[in-house]
């Protein structure tokens, strides 16, 4: 016996213009029928969160797949695949297509080459599918947007939940952030933590989807930007405080980013703050820090 309920959309071309859109989405589970073989034009993101069951790849190697998992079906690719017809098994699925996803394959969100991924917890991947399902509601005038957005929030989740991230490439990123701004190159880095260049290349890579280069350099232009919004620091004292002895190399490498030279970002987001900006993340939860007047 297996029970299952699943709705499907037909978005607009205006829709598939923002990048992701949400095909369909799924809730199932039990002894669900064997699926396949076949072989789609979009890509689905099957979330196992309790049972086990098989799955048959296009070379014909079949792989045991074991809750939690993450079942990868892209386009074009041959798969096969059933629960165990003595566990069955939970499933939640979403179908999504759009330009953004190979962006999101080059960062290595979704792996083709990895049709079968380890979760260490399904719960959060779950949480945004069962939120697809809400808004997949009868008359929902937000209905394509608002399950777009949420395949974005999908793939986060998903990358996050992988079991092959270890903690230590958690605390890799947090030492490359913490040291991002002293002038050390990415041998250096790598140096400091035991490893060779291509170890931590690797490292990065698996944690954040980029190169350590390209990990630093958005910490470093993102502190670039806060002093240069929010301070009076000459361009080159601002280029120091981030990393670069050359404030010229610092000029073009942010223009060249950015799309704007230093000077021209101060013009536009410049609002000085006297201290400084806080470095203390809001909470939603606490009270404004400026009260209303109240309206009589």
């Known amino acids: 016996m297996y029970q299952t309920w699943m709705r499907f959309f037909s978005p607009a071309p205006a829709h598939h213009r923002l990048g992701l859109v949400c095909l369909g989405v799924g809730l199932q589970h039990g002894t669900l029928p064997t699926v396949g073989p ?52 939970d499933e939640g699925f979403v179908d999504f297509a759009g330009p953004a996803t190979g962006t999101y ?3 290595g969100y979704i792996q083709p080459e990895r049709p079968v991924v380890p979760l260490s917890d399904a719960s959060a991947p779950r949480a945004v599918i069962a939120r697809i399902a809400r808004a997949a509601r009868r008359g929902n005038p937000l209905l394509e947007v608002e399950t777009g957005a949420a395949v974005h929030e999908l793939l986060v989740a998903l990358r996050r939940a992988r079991a092959d991230l270890a903690p230590d490439g958690d605390q890799v990123l947090a030492a490359l952030a913490r040291d991002a701004c002293t002038p050390m190159s990415v041998a250096d880095h790598a140096a400091r933590h035991g490893m060779t260049p291509a170890e931590l290349r690797s490292a990065v890579r698996r944690a954040a989807g980029c190169s350590p280069k390209d990990y630093l350099l ?8 806060e002093l240069l919004a929010a301070t009076e620091l000459p ?21 060249r980013r950015v799309g704007l030279a230093p000077v021209r970002f101060r013009a536009q987001q410049g609002r000085t703050v006297p201290g400084g900006w806080s470095d203390r993340v809001p909470d939603p939860g606490d009270p404004p820090m400026i009260q209303s007047p109240d309206i009589p």
């Not at 041959?78 to 069955?88: E, I, K, L, Q, V």
């Not at 958005?218 to 930007?225: C, E, M, S, V």
């Not at 361009?235 to 223009?255: C, E, I, K, Q």
């Open 38 to 89: 076949r072989t789609l034009d979009h890509h689905v993101a099957v979330v196992i969160s309790a049972g086990r069951g098989w799955h048959r790849s296009a070379d014909d190697r079949r792989t045991t797949v074991t809750a939690p998992a993450l079942l990868w079906l892209t386009p074009g690719t041959p798969h096969h695949y059933a629960p165990d017809p003595d566990t069955g098994w």
């Open 105 to 107: 394959t080059e960062l």
């Open 235 to 255: 361009v080159a004292a601002v280029a120091r405080r981030v990393g670069y002895d050359d404030p010229a190399y610092f000029s073009r490498l942010f223009t």
């Open 218 to 225: 958005g910490i470093r232009l993102g502190r670039a930007k």
